[in-house]
């Protein structure tokens, strides 16, 4: 995998994607259970924070030229 523009701004959109999609998830999830807006907006924000933080530092891992 090179280390282009392309190739990065390609997956940080596919973490972002993956990342929403997570949080979204986790917010549904939380407000079924709690029926609580505050909660299922910070259960889905957190998610998304956690979930978007740990794509990046995997895909900047994979993106090294010495991995």
Not at 12 to 21: G, K, Y
Not at 51 to 66: I, K
Request: glycine share 12%; net charge neutral.
């Amino acid at each position: 995998m090179g280390n282009t523009v392309a190739n990065r701004v390609m997956l940080l959109l596919i973490a972002v994607l993956a990342a929403s999609l997570a949080g979204t998830i986790a917010g549904w999830i939380t407000s079924e259970i709690e029926q609580s807006i505050g909660k299922a907006l910070l259960a889905g924000g957190t998610a998304f924070g956690g979930t978007l933080a740990l794509l990046l530092v995997t895909f900047n891992f994979l993106t090294r030229s010495d991995a």
